[in-house]
């Protein structure tokens, strides 16, 4: 899974909520407008909502999973704070693991049966298998693949080698990021970062030096 970044605490000045995903124009029920749906629940902090919509995700990769969406919904509160230090294109360019806003614009479908496949990015259809987002239809309502929610590139079968050990670790980080959420929110306020793409490079940099130190 991508690196991924639940709800962190004020400091200077109120957040305000994530703007969401426009739905209205899309197909109550379609995969397109699922999708969308998954991606405004986890922005506004609604983890369990989120997990929901979802395919039932096995035991053993429950608590690692709900970590990925709280810190997914975490990194997603300096959003408002970018898109008002940056603008729309700094926003639309904050990239949390999930696609840009532009591409999120553009999901296309194609459906067989009860399994759908939802491209993001355009062009690359001939590997739809490997460049998708996927759904399932389960009792009549489209469920995301919990497995590649937030990457068309993560494969079915990446969860065959991750140890328990790494699960350990992985539910383990959640505090810490909710730290360095609070602190690169704080930075981005006194203005000292260019761009999103600082911004992500500060997140990633920071989880990484955690990382190392244990």
Request: charged letters at 30%.
């Amino acid at each position: 899974m991508p690196f991924a970044l639940p709800q962190t605490v004020g400091c200077a000045q109120a957040t305000k909520p994530a703007a969401g995903l426009a739905v209205e124009h899309l197909a109550q029920g379609s995969p397109e407008r699922v999708y969308l749906e998954l991606i405004n629940e986890i922005r506004t902090g609604h983890v369990e909502e989120a997990m929901k919509r979802l395919t039932p995700v096995p035991k053993r990769f429950e608590a690692m999973v709900r970590v990925q969406i709280q810190n997914f919904a975490a990194a997603e509160t300096l959003r408002p704070i970018i898109r008002e230090k940056y603008g729309e294109l700094g926003a639309e360019g904050y990239e949390t693991g999930f696609y840009y806003e532009s591409g999120l614009k553009t999901l296309q479908s194609q459906i067989d049966g009860d399994v759908a496949h939802l491209t993001i990015i355009p062009g690359e259809d001939d590997e739809r298998e490997k460049t998708a987002i996927v759904l399932h239809r389960i009792d009549g309502r489209w469920r995301v693949n919990w497995k590649n929610y937030s990457d068309v590139y993560t494969t079915d079968d990446y969860t065959a080698d991750i140890t328990d050990e790494e699960i350990r670790r992985s539910v383990e980080v959640e505090p810490k990021f909710k730290e360095i959420i609070k602190q690169v929110k704080a930075r981005i306020i006194a203005g000292e970062f260019k761009g999103p793409a600082e911004i992500r490079s500060a997140i990633f940099s920071a989880g990484m030096s955690d990382g190392q130190k244990k």
